[in-house]
Nanobody, 129 residues
Framework: QVQLVESGGGLVQAGGSLRLSCAASGRTFGNYPMAWFRQAPGKEREFVTAITWNGNRYITVYAESVKGRFTISRDNGKNTVYLQMNSLKPEDTAVYYC????????????????????WGQGTQVTVSS
């Protein structure tokens, strides 16, 4: 049974940093695509960032709202993906979800939640002003 378990969330002041981790178990995701999404109260789940291997190098994609502040990385030896969040803002407050897939099907994109079949339970990030 595949499980994705997020950790590292918490309460931080604006301008601070947090690092989220997502540990996968039940199968090795290797260089398969993994992503982070977030959902704020009363809002739809939104794409944050994703990482995948294109055969030559890792490709990372970021939402405009987090570009330059957030960094996704992975440690395949630990079957874990990370999200380093710097310069946090109150609008970053949300439940952050880790997602993974064994590959994108035709028409699927890195930023679409429907492209991912595996999801974690989420970790709360609260940024105070």
């Amino acid at each position: 049974q595949v499980q994705l378990v997020e950790s590292g969330g918490g309460l931080v002041q604006a301008g601070g940093s947090l690092r989220l981790s997502c540990a996968a178990s039940g199968r090795t995701f290797g260089n398969y695509p993994m992503a982070w999404f977030r959902q704020a109260p009363g809002k739809e789940r939104e794409f944050v960032t994703a990482i995948t291997w294109n055969g030559n190098r890792y490709i990372t994609v970021y939402a405009e709202s987090v570009k330059g502040r957030f960094t996704i990385s992975r440690d395949n030896g630990k079957n874990t993906v990370y999200l380093q969040m710097n310069s946090l803002k109150p609008e970053d407050t949300a439940v952050y979800y880790c997602a993974a897939t064994l590959g994108y099907s035709r028409g699927q994109t890195m930023g679409d939640a429907k492209s991912y079949g595996y999801w974690g339970q989420g970790t709360q990030v609260t940024v105070s002003s």
